[in-house]
Every structure is written in C-alpha cells, then in structure tokens.
C-alpha cells in the first residue's frame, strides 16, 4: 500500500504561479507511474500531468501544456507539479495518484488551488 500527501495549494491570482507536492509513503515503488489529477465542483476528475517511473516520459492534458510541469524525485519519494500562468479555469483540488499495474489504485486526499 501507497500513501500519498499533497501540499502547496492556495489561493493565487491570476497569472501566477504554484508548485505543488506530493509526498509517498509506505511500499513505495520507484516502477509506478505517478500523476495529478484535479476536480472542480460540478466537473469530472481530470487527468493533469503524469510521469513514467523514472521521469523520462510525461504526459499533460492539452489545458496545461506550456504551463505546467511534472517532475518526481525518487531518491525522496516525492512528486512535484510547477504550475505557471494559472487561469482562473485552473482553480480545483489537486490530487496526486500512483498507479499499480496500470491503473490508478493509490490517491492522496487533496490540495486546493484557487485562482482568482
């Protein structure tokens, strides 16, 4: 089992920037592939950004590409989102997840971002 803390959300204004983390814990396993999702009331749970095990390969959502990055440090076991030129659109709770086989088993509790 995986846990997953996130931190770093707040309130930011528009054009502004946020870099949020993502702590692991338990039976951590440098081979899962890790992202961030976000939920905004009212909306569907979206995929964000996600990473391959060792960072090589990412994926973001096209609403982000530019301006957000993922990056993870598995010497920490800690996974990180830089997110730049926020948008009001953007404001949502952030959640970090790791997959287990390819699916996405092991999810974090939640940071809030709001962009206003």
């Known amino acids: 089992h995986v846990q997953l803390v996130e931190s770093g959300g707040e309130s930011v204004q528009v054009g502004g920037s946020l870099r949020l983390s993502c702590a692991a814990s338990?039976?951590?396993?440098?081979?899962?592939?890790m992202g961030w999702f976000r939920q905004a009331p009212g909306k569907e749970r979206e995929g964000v950004a996600s990473?391959?095990?060792?960072?090589?390969?990412?994926y973001y959502a096209d609403s982000v590409k530019g301006r957000f990055t993922i990056s993870r440090d598995n010497t920490k076991n800690m996974l990180y989102l830089q997110m730049n030129s926020l948008k009001s659109e953007d404001s949502a709770l952030y959640l970090c997840?790791?997959?287990?086989?390819?699916?996405?088993?092991?999810w974090g509790q939640g940071t809030q971002v709001t962009v206003s």
């Open positions: 990473t391959s095990t060792g960072g090589g390969r990412t």
């Open positions: 997840a790791a997959q287990d086989r390819k699916a996405w088993i092991f």
């Open positions: 338990g039976n951590t396993d440098t081979t899962l592939c």
